[in-house]
C-alpha cells in the first residue's frame, strides 16, 4: 500500500502546486489536510478501496474549500508587472 500511495504522491503534487501557488500556504495546507484526513478516518474503516480512491475526491474538494477561504497572494495582472519590471 505505500507503494501506491507514494505514487498517489508524486501524482499529486504538481497538481497542488499549481492549485494553491497564489494562496496562503500554511492555511491552505490545513485546509487540504483536514478535508483529507476527515475523508480517510470515515470511509476507510467500511472499505479501504473506497477510502483511497475516495481520498483524491476529498483532495479535490479540499483544494477548491482552500481556494475559496484562502486570499490570494497575487493577482495574476500583479504578477505580470512584477514579471515585467524585472526583465526590462
Do not use: W
Not at 1 to 18: G, H, K, Q, T
Not at 64 to 78: D, E, F, G, W
Amino acid at each position: 500500500m505505500s507503494f501506491f500511495a507514494s505514487i498517489s504522491a508524486v501524482l499529486i503534487f504538481p497538481i497542488f502546486y499549481f492549485s494553491i501557488r497564489y494562496c496562503d500556504l500554511p492555511k491552505s495546507v490545513f485546509i487540504i489536510v483536514a478535508v483529507v484526513v476527515s475523508e480517510i478516518q470515515l470511509v476507510t474503516p467500511m472499505n479501504h478501496l473506497i477510502g483511497f480512491i475516495g481520498s483524491f475526491i476529498a483532495f479535490g474538494a479540499g483544494i477548491l474549500i482552500a481556494r475559496a477561504k484562502s486570499k490570494p497572494l497575487a493577482t495574476i495582472n500583479q504578477l505580470r508587472v512584477l514579471d515585467d519590471g524585472m526583465n526590462a
